[in-house]
């Protein structure tokens, strides 16, 4: 695996979080307005932005982590119901007293106690503004004909932290909706076939959304080297590839 090192010293401290039972995971901090946010790459889909005194987690499975051994959630953001992504168990694990878990209608059949959000509806949660974005597949099918992400089931989210927009797309491919963002600072886009997207796909999805930095993620065994091929005579996109397959 090729990793691109462009890294812009004014937007990044790179640390590793050490947690109990032997858990290491990478942390990227970047600055914002209202104070720094940290983004911490627990695998596949799952992350973790710890920004000022709040914790929001995307998609927390237990394949990826101990999440009995981590830091309890204030928001937990769950981008659909297949189960890479909606782990009951360790959404209970996670949760406190006024912990806000934000899901589909779908997930919502499979985890009471929820909130759910549509395609396109905004809330503030825990002081954070959060839009849901739709997310589904435009070409990439089952066997049986069924797009792998059918439209109206999956969320994807933009966050934001102080002046910092965060996008964390879901599992998705380039959609007009995904293109029509502005504003998006921080992009988490999946390359995982046939699941979602093919590095083409990121890269005009990247082309159109124009983030500052790129985290390619959820890639499975994708080549995250073609990616950084396919956007550099992109000066204004630093393509970064954390541990997220």
Known sequence: M???????????????????AKQDFLTDTLPTTAGDLS?????????????????????PVARVADF????????????????????PASIRQLQKEHTRVILTATCAERFAGGTVMANGADQVVHGLPVT???????????????????P?????????FGDLRVYVAGDTENTPEMKALEGIDVAFLPMNLPYTM??????????????????PYHYGNTDTAEIVV????????????????
Not at 2 to 20: F, G, T
Not at 39 to 59: P, S, W
Not at 68 to 87: E, K, N, Q, R, W
Not at 230 to 245: H, S, Y
């Open 230 to 245: 396919l956007l550099k005579d992109q000066a204004g996109i630093e393509v970064r590839i954390r541990a997220l397959q």
């Open 152 to 160: 109206d089931e999956g969320n994807g989210y933009v966050i934001t």
């Open 2 to 20: 090729k990793i691109h090192h462009c890294i812009i010293p004014a937007l990044v401290i790179l640390s590793v979080v050490m947690l109990p």
């Open 198 to 215: 093919t590095p083409e796909m990121v890269a005009d999805a990247a082309r159109a959304i124009q983030p500052k930095v790129l985290y």
């Open 39 to 59: 983004i911490t790459f627990l695998g596949h889909g799952t992350l973790m932005f710890a920004f000022n005194d709040k914790v929001v987690y995307v998609d």
């Open 132 to 150: 849901a974005v739709p997310a589904y597949n435009l070409v990439h099918k089952r066997d049986s004909g069924q797009l792998f992400h059918p």
């Open 68 to 87: 009995s051994d981590m830091a309890p959630a204030d928001v937990i953001l769950i981008t659909h119901h297949h189960g890479d992504h909606l782990d």
